[in-house]
């Protein structure tokens, strides 16, 4: 997806910094809540599941299923005109949680749900460093 | 009516679609003068007042807003704020208030200028705000992307059809037709609907609710109070509410939502089962908003509300005459004034208003209101005292 300050690039806070930390360095990372052992997505300062505070960060498999996905010809804004089509995915990670995501390569051209897919990270840009995920095939996965 | 029940006794809407030279409180008060009249009220006997929200005239105390604007002071004002749901939950708090004796005529406003006053794009983008800032909306979504997501898992699941959603979208448009007030009265086909635009695929435009102008209202009234007012009157027998969550992303499910809990909790209320209803109004948002409530709500099994669509059920003389004036995607769509259109609608069924789309002997009603991504859900069931 090209730059664009009218994206909205995402601007992190204490719930989420850590997140995007880790985007930034290519790892993706989930909350697991020490006292129940649950994973979640979005980041939260307590865990959803048993409400316990302070949920620990761990580095996720990256590896996932595809749960639905869309093909985007009307954009919420311009800033996305140059990337139409494109396709917006939901994907239930191997822990658990369930991420957004644009699809790309083979499994943007035709998306199947169930398919194997790995999540990775587009280059780190703007001011508050963000690098977006992405989802593409994953040929090991079965 | 039923002893300690709330009573609708006054509904009303304005001219919907394009009006331009229309503002969101002029539509406003508008609507509410119509209500009142429709009531046989004046202003000065409304005590309380509940408003929802505006893209045009955003403000944090709209229901202030309104007051000041028409010249009133009610003991209670508020203003609720759940997308698609607020309506419901206007209708379902009104009752609450004059039921508590908190209020002896509730009034029930909404309206925006939202196709005059903010162009097709900022409406789009303004929408689109609903996404998670950090987790949804950096990858392009929309409103109509997002149900697109529900339509392909529903889909997926439960063996649905691009044409099982048209047909919810011919059957609106059917109903549409013989409503004067309509914005879209042009019949249109399945065949209309699959070559559309695509805006998010499997939704193509035909899937999507109209953007407009337009006001509607209602006075809600106690029991007793109810007695001064000139309409037959139309009970609030059952109201229901679930919340599930607000982002997709952060859904229990994608084929799974609310409308289950809501509706149920709105029968039970009512002693009612979905079985007995007339007519029922439920919000449209897009085709796919409509097929899933319709099936989430025990009218139709999974699966089967898209070909009983095809056949004819949900027009005048099927199973499940629904929408009647038209939904979202053919009446018009005025943010939060598009769910009140939906409970006018219902109470003009149960007077027997309703013209040459009258349900014959409509005597119980079926309302309801999504907000967000399936997010919000309320429920009610009206019935002709």
């Known amino acids: ?142 | 009516m039923s002893p300690g029940r709330a009573v609708i006794t006054g509904a009303a809407d304005t001219a919907v679609g394009e009006l331009p030279g229309s503002t969101c409180m002029g539509l406003h008060a508008e609507a509410a003068g119509l209500a009142l009249a429709d009531a046989g009220l004046r202003p000065g006997d409304i005590d309380g007042v509940l408003c929802a929200y505006s893209f045009s005239e955003p403000h944090l105390m709209l229901a202030s807003v309104f007051c000041e604007y028409f010249g009133i002071q009610p003991a209670y004002s508020a203003a609720i704020q759940a997308g698609g749901a607020t309506g419901c939950i206007m209708i379902m708090q009104a009752s609450a208030l004059v039921e508590a004796g908190i209020c002896r005529h509730v009034l029930v406003v909404a309206g925006d200028n939202r196709l005059t006053g903010l162009s097709r794009d900022r409406a789009v983008a303004a929408l689109s705000e609903v996404g998670h800032p950090q987790f949804e909306r950096p990858f392009g979504v929309t409103v109509p992307a997002l149900y697109a997501l529900v339509a392909h898992a529903y889909m997926h699941e439960y063996g649905v059809t691009p044409e099982h959603l048209a047909a919810m979208a011919v059957a609106s448009r059917t109903h549409a037709v013989r409503n004067p007030k309509a914005q879209m009265r042009v019949p249109i086909t399945v065949a209309d609907v699959l070559a559309s635009l695509p805006i998010a695929e499997p939704l193509r435009l035909l899937d999507c609710c109209l953007i407009s102008d337009g006001g509607a209202a209602l006075v809600i009234s106690a029991p007793d109070a109810a007695r001064d007012t000139a309409q037959r009157p139309v009970t609030l027998l059952g109201a229901g509410q679930k919340n599930t969550h607000e982002h997709l992303v952060a859904a229990p499910s994608l084929t799974n939502f609310g409308c289950r809990e809501s509706a149920a909790q709105a029968f039970a209320r009512a002693g009612v089962k979905p079985a007995d209803i007339h007519v029922a109004e439920i919000y449209d948002s897009f085709t796919v908003t409509l097929l899933v409530e319709l099936e989430s709500i025990g009218f139709f099994e999974k699966g089967e509300a898209g070909p009983a669509a095809l056949d004819g059920a949900l027009d005048l003389g099927g199973r499940l005459p629904c929408n009647t004036h038209g939904g979202l995607m053919s009446y018009a769509h005025s943010g939060a004034a598009g769910g009140l259109f939906h409970v006018v609608e219902a109470v003009r069924q149960l007077r027997g208003e309703a013209a040459a789309r009258q349900v014959p002997d409509a005597e119980l009603a079926f309302v309801h209101g999504d907000g967000g991504i399936l997010s919000a859900h309320c429920s009610l069931v009206l019935g002709r005292s």
């Open chain 1, 1 to 142: 997806m090209a730059e664009d300050p009218a994206r909205l690039l995402p601007v992190p806070n204490a719930d989420t910094a850590p997140f995007w930390e880790g985007a930034a360095r290519g790892e993706l990372r989930l909350q697991r809540c020490a006292a129940c052992g649950q994973a979640q997505f979005p980041p939260r300062a307590i865990c959803v599941h048993c409400h316990a505070p302070a949920p620990a960060w761990e580095a996720a498999s990256g590896r996932g299923r595809l749960v639905s996905h869309t093909r985007v010809h009307r954009p919420p804004s311009p800033a996305f005109k140059p990337d139409l089509p494109y396709v917006v995915a939901l994907v239930a990670l191997e822990e658990g949680p369930r991420i957004m995501v644009n699809l790309r390569g083979v499994a943007a051209a035709e998306p199947r749900i169930g398919g194997a897919l790995r999540i990775r990270f587009g280059p780190p840009g703007g001011a508050h460093i963000i690098a977006l995920p992405y989802a593409e095939e994953d040929p090991v996965q079965r």
